[in-house]
Structure formats: C-alpha cells, structure tokens
C-alpha cells in the first residue's frame, strides 16, 4: 500500500513561487503515473498536471501551462510540483495522486494524498 504526503503549501503573496512535494512510502513510484489535483473552496476537485510513470509525458490544465512544471524523482520516490506567477485563483487545496498512468481524471488514480494549502493573497 502506498502512502503520499504532500509538503510544501503555505501562504504566498501574488507572483511567488511555492513548490510542492509529494513524497510515497510504503512503495516506489518507479511505475506509477502521478497527478496533481487541486480543489478551492465551494468546487470540485479538478486536474492541474500529470506526468507518465517515465517522466516523458506531461499533462497540464490550461490555467496553469507555462506557470506549473510537474516532475518525479523515481529514485526519490518523489513528484513535485513547481509553481511559479502565482494568482490568487491559484488558492485551493492541492492533492497528489499516483496511477498507472498521466490521467486527469479522479478514477484513474489509485492512492491520493491529504492535501496540503496553498493560499495566494492579491
């Protein structure tokens, strides 16, 4: 069974940087795709990146493409989420998920973090 944490959130001001780690245990992340999903107040849970188990496909949700870079350390066990020209509709709950492949879609996804805070104020 795998178990992810994810690190990293907090409070930034308006054009910061956050990165985000999601770190397994119990596992390797050697074969699994990995996502990062974010949820804000009042909405549901939606895609923001995933990349193939390899690292050689990326996905990105068009609010994010050109600010957010989705990687994975296979030796580390490992995937990141890097955050740059952040807005204030960036605010939510942000959740790493690991599954057989780079999918945007909840079912896809076999084990799921706790979520971690990011909070960008104006």
């Known amino acids: 069974q795998v178990k992810l944490v994810e690190s990293g959130g907090g409070l930034v001001q308006a054009g910061g940087s956050l990165r985000l780690s999601c770190a397994a245990s119990g596992g390797t992340l050697d074969r699994y795709g990995m996502g990062w999903f974010r949820q804000a107040p009042g909405t549901g849970r939606v895609i923001v990146a995933a990349i193939a188990w390899n690292g050689r496909t990326t996905h990105y949700a068009d609010s994010v493409k050109g600010r957010f870079i989705i990687s994975k350390d296979n030796a580390k066990s490992t995937a990141y989420l890097q955050m740059s020209s952040l807005k204030p509709e960036d605010t939510a709950v942000y959740y790493c998920?690991?599954?057989?492949?780079?999918?945007?879609?909840?079912?896809?996804?076999?084990?799921w973090g706790q979520g971690t805070q990011v909070t960008v104020s104006s």
């Open positions: 998920a690991a599954g057989r492949k780079a999918a945007s879609t909840e079912p896809e996804y076999d084990y």
